[in-house]
């Protein structure tokens, strides 16, 4: 699946916008916290973040190999997830791909947006297809 992102609205310091992909076989609630294995970027930090509870506050993550960080209004971010080679890339604004480096990639995953405490905030959806090698497996 390649999903593609747009960050349409920003207010800094209010909170965190978080794009990526999540388990499309676990149930996901939001105002329950209740959401499976979830792989994203921090718009704010540039850190990917993986964890085996989308809502959890306990997670693993790492900086990604870029100098950027607080996207702006106007950022693209595309997230590639592999669920047969077990991977996740990113990259912004055209840039070359950065591999997440994380191999928990569910079978089947669907796009996941979370604006944590971000009053304001906005992300569009672009475009999210499935690729070839996902559909025929």
Known sequence: MECEWLISKR?????AIRVGVTDADAAFCPEAEVGGLALYLDAETCHLFGTEMAYSSICS????????????????IVVRADTVAKSVRFAIDGGSWIDGRMRLVPARVRPLVWLHGAAGD???????TVCESESSS
């Open 11 to 15: 207010t800094r310091g209010t909170g």
């Open 122 to 128: 906005g992300v569009r959806l672009l475009r999210c």
């Open 61 to 76: 993550f790492q900086k990604l190999d870029t100098l950027r960080s607080d996207l702006p209004v106007g950022t693209r």
